[in-house]
């Protein structure tokens, strides 16, 4: 990186922090050729918004997350994704659940992301601030 591309860059500590190190990490990485770092006109030392979006990318494909073993939530319904329609922003992903139709609004790009295809397995965990109970009108009145 050279002193012209300044507008690009950030200073190292705050890089350091969007990516959740220290900055003596960031300069192990330097030394090791895994982070390329440039300087300011006044010597300060600048990470590229480039550099740090490619960490985080490479990050995001390397990470491997610990699988869950227990939870609080208790509305979980194990099915089978029966249907997704995806547009280039949003995606419909309805899951047969038992005698269940659960149906999640979501991003196309979590969909593409997890690699969801009809006839998955998948698990709909339902988080509900209100939930309405009503009773339906009977055939004869109530007395």
Do not use: Y
Not at 16 to 40: H, I, K, N, P
Not at 60 to 66: Q, V
Not at 93 to 116: I, K, N
């Amino acid at each position: 990186m050279s002193d012209n591309d300044e507008a690009g860059a950030i200073r190292v500590g705050h890089a350091a922090e969007m990516l959740g190190v220290t900055v003596e990490t960031l300069r192990r990485w330097e030394a090791a050729g895994r982070l390329q770092m440039g300087r300011s006109s006044g010597g300060q030392r600048l990470v590229s918004i480039a550099e740090i979006t490619r960490l985080l990318a490479e990050r995001r494909r390397t990470e491997t997350e610990r699988p869950i073993v227990a939870q609080s939530a208790r509305n979980r319904f194990a099915g089978i994704v029966t249907r997704i329609e995806k547009d280039r922003v949003a995606a419909v992903v309805e899951v047969l659940a038992g005698p269940h139709r659960v149906v999640s609004l979501m991003t196309a790009e979590a969909v593409d992301e997890m690699g969801l295809r009809v006839g998955d397995e998948a698990v709909c965990v339902v988080k509900a601030t209100n939930v309405i109970v009503e009773i339906p009108s009977s055939r004869e009145a109530r007395g």
